[in-house]
């Protein structure tokens, strides 16, 4: 369906690029007071710090321009132009113009628009059996949409296994395809292991055959540079805390502003009528702010910083711990910032709590506390007890070489 948004959201300032907000990233600059004195925080995949130059940003929409976007008055003249102003800034991260994106409350609901949106116009097109492609190690927000879509909608799922890296085999989803084929939905980078897949390679193969492709992008954008051009995907979700924005705002990018997708959310017809509900200005603000330092971030080089640190981090862990540290996921084709590693003769959930003075995770904040494998490293082929002793190790913009230094005289001392 492709409503046309009743909201005002055009001014005449709103139809220029904005300036940007930084041109370079200072050491230190926009660090929350909460990370100074607190232990070494090594968990940015699990949420990120918000940015204090993104908290400046959003304040005013909370009082002074408290409007609602909508209105033809005054008060909501300012807000309707901001609104604006923040697609255009996360657009411009994607390399791509406004109209293409529709902002969500969350990762997991950008998700879900896209996988049910798309079951659910394809149904109502005449497809009464709507086939949904996934994989193995995909984020639960994806697979839990994949199974409900399917459920709602009359159709089925296929999950295509990853090979030991994490990654999918292009000729699994070749054979995967099939003329009732709707939407391939394929992770981007995994958040557990930092594993980046294919995705241009993935997506010729589902364009051959007519299938629209959507990837969960949440842990790479800001992290990496992530043009939709290059990926020539039809679908993309990102995350406004895994950007160093509040949680709370996302999200998902559409090369055709006027695909068929039915919303998950009806009512008033805000986002051009793919999600009803009087937008979140401020925090659309916030994550138009933080698309911007990410912009300028990347370009001063930070996926090379943190590769360096998080280098530094395994090549300590590795001469102390000779022959126990084992790395998980694809030694080449992952995030710069993750490190996600089994020592042997450990227990994450053991391990973690004599680090105190350290804050890291076992895998992924979706499954922490369970005490069991990791579904990603099992669907990797990994045994129990390596995948038990997994620790998730990522990097962010305020780490430093003390920290990673810190960080590894704490897991060392643990494991031994």
Known sequence: MSTQSTQSQSAPAAQNSPPPMASTIEAGAGCPPGLENGPVYLDYNGTTPVDTRVVDALLPYLH??????????????????????ARTLVARLLNTSGEHITFTGSGSEADALAIRGS?????????????????????????????????????RVTVLPVDEHGLVRAADLRDALGPDTVLVSIMHANNETGVVQPIAELTAIAHQHGVLVHTDAAQSVAKIPVDVTALDVDLLTLVGHKMYAPKGIAALYLRDPG??????????????????????VPYAVALGAAADLAGADLAAGSPARLSLLRERLFQQLDDALAGRVLLNGHPQHRLPHVLNISIEGTRAHELLPACPQLA???????????????????????????????????????STTSDVDRAAAQIISAAA
């Open 360 to 398: 890291a995770s076992a895998g992924s904040a979706c499954h922490a506390g369970l005490q069991a494998p990791s579904p990603v490293l099992t669907a990797m082929g990994y045994p129990p007890e390596r995948a038990l002793a997994a620790l998730r190790l990522t990097l962010g913009r305020w």
């Open 119 to 155: 079951a659910a116009a394809a149904k109502a097109a005449g497809n009464l059996a709507p086939h949904l492609i996934t994989q193995a190690t995909e984020h639960p927000a994806v697979l839990a949409a994949c199974h409900d879509a399917a459920r709602s909608f009359g159709g």
């Open 64 to 85: 002074t321009h408290f409007g609602n976007p909508s209105s033809s008055h005054y008060y909501g003249q300012e807000p309707a132009a901001a609104l604006a102003r």
């Open 259 to 280: 695909l068929a997708l039915e919303p998950i959310v009806g009512g008033g017809g805000q986002e051009h009528g793919r999600r009803a509900g009087t937008e979140n």
